[in-house]
């Protein structure tokens, strides 16, 4: 089975994904990783196959208007405004091309939310996809709030609020990804954020890939039992749990099931893919 793996980011971003490409060869599958160039080295270097994107956040991070951008957001809030429409925007266009060539020929897309459009790619294959957020802070629970908005808890019903944010996410780059469903796909626009949780007929798997310890909250039991979030626990290779900068080693625990991908779907009942 051909697995694409589309992430952004940062070295956090990209590389529990390579752990994750390794394992996959290991039991017998082909993977790709579609990313920025920053990473072209460490990805292929662990012997998994690689595709660039225009997308690049270490290379624009380097650039001086990236600095000054990060360094004082609200002082260059006119700068980054013009960085995004000319300089990040249409580089996200690029990328959704980059996406889509990347999954040619794959049978499921694995994607880090912050690659937009890996949705919309996997719909009109006509393959499976799976969200795979390196930390907690997509699926809405009522039990903690999101992790970005705040470390408060806010209660149940407040804390399901604060993930709404989540299908705000791409509302920036809606633009860029309405010109690829026309122009690559072929297909009509669509609103931001109807493919937050769904693919608009079932729902995206979720997968967190931190050991299920990590998510015993106080007097909480197992938390995501109720919410069908898969949590296998890391990637046989050593890398940093960005949660706490906890360092783990050798954990085999997703792969470890003798049929791979299909065994977890099959267990949540959402894609079953034989193998």
Known sequence: MRVCIMTLGSRGDVQPYVALGKELIKKGH???????GSFKQFVEENGVEFKETASDLMAIAATPEGKAILEHPL?????ALRYSKYVINPAYRKTLDDFYDAAKGADIIIYHPKALGAVDIAVDIG??????????ITFPVGEFANLAVTHKNLGP?????????NE???????NEINDFREKTLGLRKRKAGIYSYT???NKIPVIYPNLPNLLYIGHLTYLWNPYKINVFGLFSFTF????????????TYVWGNRRGISGIFEKQKWYYIRV
């Open 157 to 165: 019903v407040l804390n399901k609020l604060t993930y709404k944010v």
């Open 30 to 36: 082909s993977a790709i990783i579609c990313t920025g």
């Open 199 to 201: 693919d608009g007929r």
């Open 75 to 79: 002082k260059n809030f006119r700068l």
């Open 127 to 136: 393959i499976a996809c799976v969200s795979m957020p390196p930390v907690p």
């Open 240 to 251: 940093i749990c960005i949660i706490d900068i906890i360092i783990f080693s050798d954990y």
């Open 168 to 174: 705000k996410a791409e509302s920036s780059q809606i």
